[in-house]
């Protein structure tokens, strides 16, 4: 295949081209730079079936040739970069995703859609199915992400019904490993840099919060057998671990073997503001369609990311 990966300098977008080209495909990664870096694929440059483009992808997409797949990943992911960004963040979401589609449109191309677990906003079906519809605040401070994501998917499905474009749709849970940015403020990067330089972990409310943390390798897996699937429906991809924030701040210290403390802060900026207070995908549909399950322990996965983050600290 020939496939277009937007985002493809960001965490998951490097990822992905790294799992494409291993395959054997081509790829070309198409990013603004903005929250991506290059730095995620110069391992990448020079190779025969690798292009880097710099594009905003919220305007008009040339691509030469022919195109098998667009992988559509560019976005804002961190709550403080899309408060930082809101207005690019919807724009990516929403013109970006209307390009993407134009673009899979015009080449004849298989589409697949990064979406998110922030559908599901606060959620308040536990664990999330897909068949869930969300509890979305509109005009709080995620709803930005949430609300452009949500348009991405009706913007996909509508060119799956009214232009036949072959579609496929992923809700990404949290995802974690190495090229997450050391800044970027989400919870890991966040507890692994504090501990390994010794400052107090910083817990966002009480901690009592969930999540449930995917390894990257798992999820591009997912996303993977998710493309090369029949399955026209949006599938979640997430590892169902569930833990409070509080364990996981108790699991990066063991794991750095740190000698920071653990303190409860609340930011007085918008940063918590409809936190979610719990997480967990519900993936019987990707273990029964895609067989597909995480398969890397919280452990192993935080060893690795561990030993990224300590050459950047
Ligand atoms: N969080 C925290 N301390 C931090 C950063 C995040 O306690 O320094 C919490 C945050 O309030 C949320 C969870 O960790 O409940 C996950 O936050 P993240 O920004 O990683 O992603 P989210 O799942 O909210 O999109």
Redesign the pocket.
Known sequence: MRVLITGGAGFLGSHLCDRFLAEGHTVIAMDNLITGNTANIEHLAGRDNFLFVKHDVTNYIYIEGPLDAVLHFASPA??IDYLELPIPTLKVGALGTHKALGLAKAKGARFLLASTS?VYGDPLVHPQTEDYWGNVNPVGPRGVYDEAKRFAEAMTMAYQRYHQVDTRIVRIF?TYGPRMRLED????P??VAQALRGDPL????D?S?T?SFCYVSDLVDGIYRLLLSDELEPVNIGNPVEMT?LDFAKAIIELTGSTSEIVFVRPTDMR?KD??KV?QPDISKARRILNWEPKVSLQDGLKETIAYFKSRV
């Open positions: 961190s709550p922030e949290n403020g989400r919870v890991v966040n507890f910083t817990v966002y409310g901690g919060q999540r924030i918590i936190d979610p997480r």
